[in-house]
């Protein structure tokens, strides 16, 4: 993994080859080169690790999807700032299944660095609100169960804020 501002550099580099392409007559290098550029400037937004790490957290692989953030060694110099949201974010789900103390912590860094997706930073809070609900902090979690569903304007996790509901009555 290159990081970040070198990757923008790589990018530079190839354009200007590709500038050079165009001048010698060569227009199919020099549009190769662009697609290659293009393709440093997507991860330079997308990171490749991030991707892949969601493909296997999709496929519920969890060991799969820890290995490919194991390979993420400087969230902060290497990610942009929302990259490093959804790098807690995914840190978060992860642990969440093991330490709910840790999995709060993270996924409230990556409400902070913030999430690109309001679903995803809806998803957040409805596990924050689970987390709350556990360690008995029924006010807490009400109002991030209030926020989720603003957040959800698809009406995505209807089901899970309804079961969220339901737990809430219990406690």
Do not use: C
């Amino acid at each position: 993994m290159f990081h970040k501002f070198i990757k923008l550099g790589i990018a530079a580099a190839i354009v200007v080859w590709a500038v050079f392409q165009f001048a010698d007559k060569h227009i199919g290098n020099g549009i190769a080169l662009l697609f290659l550029a293009g393709i440093f400037i997507f991860f330079y937004f997308k990171n490749e690790f991030l991707l892949l790490s969601f493909m296997r957290l999709r496929k519920q692989d969890f060991p799969g999807a820890q290995k490919w953030l194991g390979y993420i060694k400087n969230p902060s110099g290497a990610l942009v700032r929302k990259q490093e949201g959804y790098f807690n974010f995914l840190h978060g789900i992860l642990v969440s299944q093991t330490n709910l103390t840790q999995a709060e912590k993270y996924f409230k860094k990556a409400l902070s660095l913030g999430l690109s997706m309001d679903h995803d930073a809806a998803m957040a809070k409805l596990q924050l609100a689970g987390v709350a609900m556990t360690k008995r902090r029924k006010r807490e979690a009400t109002n991030l169960i209030a926020e989720a569903k603003k957040l959800d304007k698809h009406g995505v996790l209807n089901d899970q804020i309804k079961m969220m509901k339901q737990q809430m009555k219990k406690i």
